[in-house]
């Protein structure tokens, strides 16, 4: 398997990554693309002339976001949906609602290091829930709009912290074991990189790839829960425009045409490692083994396809 290598580095914005690439007549849906780096993605996208959903939780705040994107790219076709990932109903509501051929999904919503264990219906950890299970739900809810679509193309947002652990099957919702905001949220993280690799094995005759990417550290509302710092060194942090550099790259690519399950990080697929590295520079541009086992990510599936239902 050949590793997927671009002429784009950490310093590329979404804007830079996707000159030139024509979307006009592709539907795209993103989510948490109210704020952050969601924002940029949507309106990258947007540039280049999709017509473009924001899926989140605060409408009104999101039709101020999508007003703002149209007066930016003067593409009109911009709507907003309400979605929350941690509602059944919600999801399936939006899922029902969606009646047309899907191009890209955009997971990008998601929560991080929240400080005490909660759980989500007295069952899931949110953070599992939110990140995972939700777009999980989502996704698969929208399987027969992607398929129709003819080669459609899923980006769900994870992160480096994949890295701080494995999805632990014994003890995924902390009932055993002390709750810890960073174990969490990296479990979380895995999980998505796991979905991509068991829906592109799934869903290769439909022509539906997924792959997962690293955004880097960017100063978001997603830091929230740790006082909105971020331990990355300021030379290494990126703006919310060059965030959404991979997940605009990997949604648009002619270089990932029919090919899904890896994992990106600066605009590069990231190196496979049987250990977690000790520099920021090797943690950013590394994926655990764990994350990219196939038999790992049905058993996955498995569980979330039972919680779903």
Do not use: C
């Not at 007066?71 to 399936?92: G, K, Q, W, Y």
């Not at 810890?180 to 068991?198: E, M, N, R, W």
């Amino acid at each position: 398997m050949t590793r997927i290598v671009t002429p784009f580095g950490a310093d590329a914005t979404a804007d830079e990554v996707s000159e030139g690439i024509d979307l006009s007549g592709n539907r795209a849906i993103v989510t948490g693309g109210a704020s952050g780096i969601g924002i940029e993605t949507a309106r990258t996208l947007a540039r280049r002339g999709a017509r473009v959903t924001l899926a989140v939780r605060d409408v009104v705040a999101a039709r101020r976001v999508a007003a703002e994107i149209v007066a930016d790219t003067e593409n009109s076709e911009i709507d907003v949906r309400e979605l929350d990932l941690t509602d059944t109903a919600s999801v399936r509501a939006f899922v029902d609602a969606w009646d047309e051929p899907l191009d890209l999904l955009v997971n990008n919503a998601g929560v991080m290091a929240i400080q005490e264990l909660t759980l989500v219906e007295n069952t899931w950890e949110r953070q599992f829930a939110t990140n995972f299970l939700g777009h999980f739900a989502l996704t698969t809810g929208l399987h027969d709009a992607l398929r129709l679509a003819d080669g459609a193309r899923v980006v769900s947002v994870s992160s480096s912290a994949h890295l701080f652990s494995p999805v632990v099957f014994d003890d995924i919702d902390f009932r055993f074991r002390p709750y810890d905001p960073l174990q969490a949220y990296g479990q979380s993280k895995t999980a998505v990189v796991l979905f991509g690799v068991a829906a592109t094995s799934q869903w290769a005759d439909d022509g539906i790839t997924v792959n997962s990417v690293n955004p880097g550290a960017i100063a978001t509302s997603l830091q929230r829960h740790v006082g909105g710092t971020l331990a990355t060194p300021i030379d290494l942090q990126k703006t919310p425009a060059q965030g959404a550099s991979t997940s605009v790259m990997v949604a648009t690519s002619g270089q990932l045409d029919g090919i899904g399950g890896r994992y990106f990080n600066d605009n590069q697929e990231a190196i496979a490692v049987d250990h977690r590295p000790t520099g920021i520079t090797e943690l950013a541009n590394s994926v655990a083994s764990y994350a990219l086992d196939l038999d790992v990510a049905e058993r996955l599936w498995a569980i979330a396809a039972r919680a779903v239902e």
